[in-house]
Structures are given as structure tokens and as C-alpha cells.
């Protein structure tokens, strides 16, 4: 295998595939990458949970295929000048990589040793701009449970249904919410799917993705999932079973409703949470609502904290206490500048929406006093 | 006590004494910061090997003090609105801090438990800008010995005389030394001091520092040193007993001389160290000067380097072999695009310095084939 590339564009492949690249392996071949050299580049990253496989244009003058260590090869081109970078396999494997003054030596594995991508027909795929699936995770990620004991909710809920594409998390004190109308509407955005994404593969697809309107299909079949990024894609196994029916876990009623600012009212909530330095289900944050004023205080041992903020209130006065860690993680990921709270009794779960729309819902659960 | 202070000003005040606060302390009052009211805020931390005190404009309304818990504090002030904050003790200790509609009533310490500092007299200070000493401090601590048993080499020598003053540090294989002639020179630029201060301390006090041209003094008296940066001063114990001699270390004679790119041969030297995954003076990097051309490599069992570099030469061909951290750790901290490398013999020290004037010099040991 002989080709040449620019290290900027080498870089760029081995940046993403090395979200795949499994750093606790005992299996040398599971820390590399396999690189494969016929028209372009393809680069791949494998830890047998999650596949991520890159092409990379390049001068291909010799095709063939070697792994290298991922860590190694990775800060090589890393320290090389911004330049053409020459890279040659030789005899029992060693790799020579060569960029102006620089020559490194070393030692690949060859290519025959690693595991194979599963195959995904890319069929009835969902559509999506990047940038918009890149928000939904980071704003739904967070209530996704790590209790294996309920192995369906250490996933996200991926829905495509009429035209419309959700994203569901659920903890079993929370549910985090956020959904898209397809634009310009094709055929294939009504199409029904219901797929289960490991947490994990959320937050590896996440960093991969770039914020640009440029759009990405996701593709399932089996038990495996595939995001397809044009350039790069990434394979996953998929959580199987049947997820929560959020829909109905959702109140439609409320007693109280509140509109607030979402940036006042997270920093009144992180500001009490700084006395409660531990057991946070012992401590919660109270709320009292009651002639437009919101009064949120905490108690423990290190202090006391009240704070007072200006709400536009409807419905009857409320008297609820939450764990303040779930209020906090759902206000930092809402954009909007102003959120409505619907409220139903100070033992019922309360939900934050949009005052407009149903972009998203966080519902959370109070803590019984 | 009873004070109003902007947030802004309470908030730089307890960022530079949270430096000398202990964070491994059994005893809580260590964990604190003494707020003193007078005419001004006053706020000390102390370790017992550090003190900072520093000075916060304030409407003082009533005098009085109290210690609070660093992180707390912190936190609390770090996490209100931008606005006026009013604090006062009330009963048992109990200290109320107030901003807008936020009220934390957190729980303080007595005053009398806290270590005072050690006093000591502001007479014949060397005289330096703040941005100098911060950058010559960064330029030298890195060969500040850790090895316990050389303590005198476990901190920087600052060496004051005849308008000249100088920073040194010397761990066993390396020297580091940064000089400034004194601008505008004033009678006690010429006092002669030889101050060894612990590298612990060269950390900190480099922190706090702003990179700015106001000048500060550096007073000592019996094993105790104090930097005094105006609003802000910091005290710490000195290391007792005789510095080497480090003028008697640095070679005065050469046969090789190279001139070189400071920024390229870094490069190299990194790119080098990627193969040296570990015992790094098991494997050297070695370097072969000849028609100025610099050819730097190393192998090891992860593979082979092979650097060229452009260089002018004087005097003799030379093979000889580094710890390549050695050569990295101050070829990063010089700022000249070019320097001179002056070479003994390949068994002797080689000396980095400018190409004009003797503003600094890093000596570095080679490893003996």
C-alpha cells in the first residue's frame, strides 16, 4: 500500500474514527485503525459495539490495507508539519510514514485480524439535518438512565412517525423530550420507525457530528443501527424491546402554570444547590408559587438558601419540593428565553414546554415530603 | 461585621487567597478564609506554608471578622447576580450574604483560631514588573528538582546584585537561568540577595501575578520571603542552606556551536519523543551535527524516527544523545525565534542561548552511550 495525503485530511479520519477505537481492549487489533488504500482512503475504528468508518480523498498509488495503533499513528500525523504526508507499507508490516524532514518507522498489523462492520441496507432511512440531530441528543441525553436493572431506558427513544422526528429519554423520575417537523417533506419522512440507541453510541455520534444544516440519514435493520454522514459512517447495535409509551406518561391536565425566564431561574437553582453538598434525594429544593413570586429555598446542614423570582402565574398556589440536579440538567440544554411550567399537584410530575409549540417537553418528578 | 461589595471585587479578592487555602487539612479553620472589615475588606488564606492577603474596596458598616469556608464561599460569590453584595455575621457565627433576591445564611468560623502570617520588614526589596518575574518563573520552574534528597534543588534560587537579578533552578541533569538587568536603575537595584524559594511557592506566586508592567517587591527576613504586589501579598517560608554555584556549572568553552530555529527543533524533538513510550533514558534521542544539517532519531521497540533539521555549524562534527524531555521542557519556554546551542564534548553539557546578550542559558547533561 503506497498513498499520499494532506495531514489535514488524514487527521480529519483518524479524529473521528478514533471514537471507535476501544482504548480497554486486550486485543491489539481492537486499539487500531484499518486503513484501506482503492480509489480514497477509508479509514475504520471498531470496538465491536460501535463501528465508525471514514473516507479521506488521497493519491493512491499502490491499493492494500494495514491497521495501525491508533494512539500512535494519531499523534504522529498530529506532530507533523501541515504538509503532504507520504505513507508506504513495507516488508513483515512496518509502516513508513514520511512528511518533509520527518520519517517515522512503525510496526503494523495486518488488516486481516479486524472485525468487519456489520452490514446495514440503507433503506427507508430517517432524515435530518446534522446540526439538528447534534442538538436533540445534547438535549435529551442527560435523562437517559444508567441503571441496567432497566436496560430499555440506558437508551434513547429515536421515533419517525407522519412527518414528525422525536427523541425521547427516560429515567424513571424524568423524561426529556425534543422533537422536529421534516422539512420540505419527502415521501420517506413519514415512514414509521421506532429504534432504541444506546447511551453511549448518543454521545459518540454527538461529538462526530458537525452543527451544519447539512443533512445525515439514519438507517436500521436487525438489531444495528447506521448513521450515515456522507463522508463518514457509524455503526451501532441497537437496545431491543419495547420502549416506555411516553405519550402517556405525559399529563395532559395542570393545576398551576407558570411562565419564567430559563436562565434566571437556572441560576436561582444552581445557587441553591450549592448548601446541598450531598444526598441530594434528602434535600430537596422547595418551591412555593403563589401571587407571581416563585420562592425556591433549600435547608440542610451547611445553610440555608432562598431565593425569590418574578413568574407570570396562573392557576392555584403550590407548595413542591424537587431534586434540583433534574431541574438544572433540563434548563441548561432549553434555548428559549422563556419557558412555561405546568404543574399539577405537589405530588405529580411537573413539565417544562416551549410557550409556543411542542419542540420539547421535560417532565420531572416532584420528591414527597 | 457588616459590608457591601460589588460581587466583581469580592470575587477577585477570594480567587487570589483561595491559592494559599489548604485543601488536605483536618483542621477546618485551614479550609478557610479570614475576612477581616476595617477600612477596606481584608481576606487571608494560609496553609501554614503560604499566606495570601489581600485588600477588597468595601462600604464598611460595621467592623468585625470571620472565616468562612473557602469552597463555599467561593462558590456562592462566583454564582451570584453581578450586583452589590451585603454580608453580614449575625449570631453563633451564622454569616448572611445577600445579593438581589438571593439569601444564603451559611455558618462561619471564630476569627481567633486563624494563623496570623509571619510579619515581615518591608526593607531592601528587589524591585521587578509583575509580567518579568511571571515570565521568568515560567521559563525556569520546570528543572526545579522534586528529588527530596537535594532540598536546596527543590526550589529556585533568586539571585540579586549589581543591578542584575537572576533566577536559577538545577535538577541534577539540567539548569535553567533567566536574568533581567534592572530598568531605571535605583540604589537598592544593587543589594546583594540570595533567596532559594520552594518550587510549591514559585507556582503559586506565578498565578497570581497578572501579566502586567506594574512593579512589585520581594522582601525577606530571617526564612521567610514576601511578595508584595500592592493590593495583594503573599508570604512562604524560604529553603535554608547554600545553593550550588551555578556560574561555576555552565561551560565557558565549546567545540561545536549550532544556530538554530527554536519553534522547528521543538517540533522535532516532539515528533522524536513519540516512539519513547517509556524509560526515556533507556532511549535516548541522538543527535548527528554535520554541514549544517542536524539529523535527529530514535528507536525504540515502538518504531523508528528519523529527523533532519537545517542548522549553521561552527566548529567540530558531533554524535551525541539526549533525554529528549530535557530539550523540550525549555526549548518551549523560549520565546527568541532563534537560538545558539554551544557543545563541549559528547559526554559534556550543552548550553542553549540567545543569539546576543546572556538573558538566559539552559544546560542540559547528555545521556552517555
Known amino acids: 500500500m503506497k498513498f499520499v495525503c494532506s495531514k489535514e485530511n488524514l487527521l480529519e479520519g483518524i479524529n473521528v474514527v478514533q471514537k471507535a477505537v476501544s482504548t480497554k481492549t486486550t486485543l491489539p487489533i481492537l486499539e487500531g485503525i484499518l486503513i484501506e488504500a482503492g480509489e480514497k482512503i477509508k479509514m475504520t475504528g471498531n470496538d465491536l459495539e460501535i463501528g465508525i468508518e471514514c473516507y479521506v480523498d488521497a493519491d493512491v498509488r499502490e491499493e492494500g490495507s494495514i491497521v495501525l495503533n491508533s494512539r500512535m499513528f494519531g499523534d504522529i500525523v498530529r506532530r507533523l508539519p501541515d504538509s503532504e504526508v507520504y505513507l508506504e507499507v513495507k516488508e513483515n508490516n512496518t509502516v513508513a510514514i514520511e512528511c518533509e524532514n520527518s520519517l517515522f518507522e512503525i510496526r503494523g498489523l495486518s488488516a486481516e485480524g479486524f472485525p468487519e462492520l456489520p452490514s446495514i441496507e440503507k433503506s427507508d432511512g430517517i432524515r435530518i439535518s ?108 441497537l437496545l431491543e424491546g419495547e420502549y416506555l409509551n411516553y405519550m402517556s406518561i405525559i399529563p ?27 444526598e441530594e ?55 428559549n428565553e422563556m419557558i412555561d411550567i405546568f404543574f399539577t399537584t405537589n405530588i405529580g410530575p411537573c413539565t417544562i414546554r416551549p410557550l409556543q409549540g411542542d419542540d420539547f417537553a421535560y417532565l420531572i418528578l416532584p420528591i414527597r415530603k
Open 281 to 335: 434525594r434528602r434535600y430537596p429544593v422547595r418551591l412555593e408559587i403563589s401571587d407571581d413570586i416563585m420562592v425556591i429555598t433549600a435547608n440542610t446542614e451547611a445553610g440555608n438558601v432562598r431565593e425569590e423570582i418574578k413568574v407570570e402565574m396562573e392557576g392555584k398556589k403550590l407548595d413542591i419540593s424537587f431534586n434540583h440536579r433534574y431541574f438544572i440538567e433540563a434548563l441548561r440544554v432549553i434555548d
Open 252 to 278: 395532559r391536565e395542570h393545576e398551576t402554570k407558570i411562565t419564567v425566564n430559563t436562565k434566571d431561574l437556572q441560576a436561582c437553582f444552581e445557587r441553591a444547590s450549592l448548601v446541598i453538598t450531598s
Open 130 to 237: 446534522q446540526k439538528a440531530l447534534k442538538d436533540m441528543i445534547r438535549q435529551t441525553i442527560f435523562a437517559v438512565s444508567t441503571d441496567e436493572n432497566r436496560p430499555m431506558l440506558t437508551g434513547s427513544l429515536f421515533e419517525n412517525k407522519a412527518g414528525v422526528f422525536t427523541i425521547v429519554s427516560i429515567d424513571g423520575y424524568r423524561l426529556a423530550m425534543r422533537r422536529v417537523v421534516h422539512e420540505n417533506s419527502e415521501q420517506t419522512d413519514n415512514v414509521e420507525r421506532r429504534l432504541v440507541i444506546p447511551g453511549k453510541t448518543l454521545n459518540e455520534i454527538a461529538k462526530i457530528i458537525q452543527p451544519v444544516d447539512d443533512e445525515m440519514y439514519i438507517y436500521a435493520s436487525g438489531n444495528q443501527i447506521l448513521f450515515d454522514m456522507g463522508k463518514c459512517i457509524m455503526t451501532s447495535r
